[in-house]
């Protein structure tokens, strides 16, 4: 199988994933969470970095980031908080993770295809 700019940009896409989800693991411990959102966050951390590795082998699997990144950011105002910082950083780590968890993968079909008129 060719290595072509598809796989590399889903690679790059899955790494950050990972990273991300290690981030959101380290920052529940570093910084002020309320229980409820601490908990929250370093769970989401741990499946992050899970659904990341697994779609490395299987793509479809990245959606489950998708779901992640959705549930994270309404979490941010569904949540009691201590720290306005904490807030910010999981909305933008929410974000960043929804946009890479689009990213299709090799031999996926991008979400949307042109259409030619008849």
Do not use: K, Y
Not at 25 to 36: L, V
Request: overall charge positive; hydrophobic content about 60%.
């Amino acid at each position: 199988m060719a290595f072509t700019a598809t796989n590399a940009n889903a690679t790059v896409a899955r790494w950050v994933n990972l990273v991300l989800g290690v981030w959101l693991f380290i920052s529940a411990f570093i910084w002020d969470h309320s229980m409820a959102e601490r908990t929250n966050t370093w769970i989401l951390g741990v499946l992050c970095v899970i659904f990341a590795l697994i779609a490395m082998s299987t793509p479809t699997a990245r959606w489950l980031n998708t779901i992640l990144s959705i549930w994270l950011f309404i979490s941010v105002w569904a949540l009691p908080h201590h720290n306005l910082g904490t807030m910010w950083n999981n909305a933008i780590v929410a974000i960043v993770v929804f946009i890479a968890s689009l990213v299709p993968g090799a031999g996926e079909r991008p979400l949307t295809t042109a259409r030619t008129p008849a």
